[in-house]
């Protein structure tokens, strides 16, 4: 069984036979009970995986989906749909003309498709048109998926201007899934963080966000039922290769990579991609640490002095977990939609949700990668012993 380790899109991954944790019963079940939605995930987590499955899906590609829930869903019809991909993840958003760019290649590209090019409105106006016609020519309706829309907005964090530009322009191609509605089909956006307040999000009130839903904590990421049952024989091989009885080697795998809780009451998902890597390599490791720290995370770090102490064992209210604001102020929302920090448990008293570690792999990552750019903080702390960090952990 081949690991498929930094393959993120769908079609590929089936063709060349590698494992495919499925996931296509949340996604049915996605797809029936409504049509705009929005979820946040750690980098890493199957993100692009999961929008490249919804696109073969809509476009009909069911010869993919052989031997699958999906496949056996009898009032799925597999119509061919429109699909309107637009991946923000290829590029580095160093000024707005970059982003201009992206986004008026993808509706170029699009134009071309569907007829009626007009490079002379603004991006809006032109993804408005791009979906009207994608309607009109096919008579599907039209399904619209993009993949870490948050990616020019955390690469400006500390860049009040660069923000602004960035969240004007970003809200106005958006605005088109709310203008366009009765042409679309389905809509969903993915990324690490959620813009709220005056931000991205605040004219799309539309989407439903089921980044804390406890049906769909599981869409992402790998349930412990799922690592059991597809990934049977790579545990006795990881044991043997490490000298570990079966039962002593989940429980390590558990200890970790597990502990990524979506919802207070919702069991732990395992990060995939260290999971894979750990298959891959024989070995346990920090892998998801090693692939590096995202810049946006290292610049809050550096502007802002924050208690470690305190951010290990945090308590917020869904408000604050939820969104971040555009200036990102207050970085533990962004740390724990980065995947830094998960759910621990919630105090319904005051309702608040009890924030820590997921796992070991987290708690020794961020010692080892992230409290460098906390040092000069650290020495004035004269009764925090950064060594000594630690809180407990469970899945």
């Known amino acids: 069984m081949k690991l498929p380790i930094g393959i993120q899109d769908f079609e590929s991954l089936r063709i060349d036979g590698y494992a495919y944790v499925d996931k296509t019963e949340q996604i ?44 056996q869903k009898e009032d799925w019809d597999w119509a061919v749909h429109p699909v309107l991909y637009l991946d923000l993840n290829t590029n580095k958003y160093d000024c707005l003309e970059v982003l201009e760019q992206k986004l008026g290649e993808s509706l170029r590209v699009w134009e071309e498709l569907y007829g009626n090019p007009r490079p002379d409105l603004p991006l809006g106006m032109r993804f408005e048109n791009v979906i009207q016609r994608a309607y009109q020519q096919t008579g599907q309706r039209v399904v619209i998926l993009v993949d870490e829309y ?34 679309i089909k389905f809509a969903m956006l993915t990324g690490v963080t959620k813009f709220g307040k005056v931000s991205v999000f605040s004219d799309l009130n539309n989407l439903i966000d089921i980044s804390l839903d406890y049906k769909y904590y599981d869409i992402c990421g790998i349930t412990e039922q799922e690592l059991l049952t597809v ?78 102490e305190v951010m290990a064992s945090s308590a917020v209210t869904a408000d604050v977990l939820n969104s971040i604001d555009a200036e990102s102020k207050d970085p533990i929302p962004v740390i724990y939609q980065s995947g830094y920090l998960t759910i621990k448990g919630y105090d319904n008293r005051f309702k608040k949700y009890l924030l820590g570690f997921p796992n070991e792999e987290v708690e020794e990552g961020f010692v080892k990668y992230l409290t460098p750019y906390y040092l000069n903080n650290i020495e004035k702390q004269s009764a925090f012993n950064i060594e000594n960090f630690s809180i407990p952990y469970s899945s």
């Open 28 to 71: 049915y079940r996605l797809i029936s009970e409504g049509r705009y939605y929005f979820l946040s995930r750690p980098r890493r987590f199957g993100k692009s995986l999961l929008i490249t499955t919804l696109k073969a899906m809509f476009l009909g590609k069911r010869e993919l989906f052989k031997g699958l829930a999906i496949d």
């Open 150 to 183: 948050d990616k020019p907005m955390l690469q400006a964090i500390g860049n009040k201007e660069l923000q602004q530009a960035y969240r004007n322009t970003l809200k106005g191609f958006y605005g088109a899934l709310k203008s366009m509605d009765g042409c």
């Open 231 to 308: 990934f049977t024989e790579r545990i006795d091989m990881l044991a043997q290769g490490n000298g570990l009885l079966r039962e002593e080697c989940i429980e390590k795998l558990r200890k970790m990579y597990d502990g990524y809780h979506f919802h207070q009451q919702a069991p732990g998902v395992y990060n995939p991609f260290s999971v894979l890597s750990t298959f891959w390599k024989g070995e346990f490791g920090s892998y998801w640490f090693e692939t590096g720290t995202p810049t946006y995370l290292v610049e809050l770090l550096r502007r802002h002095y924050y208690d470690l």
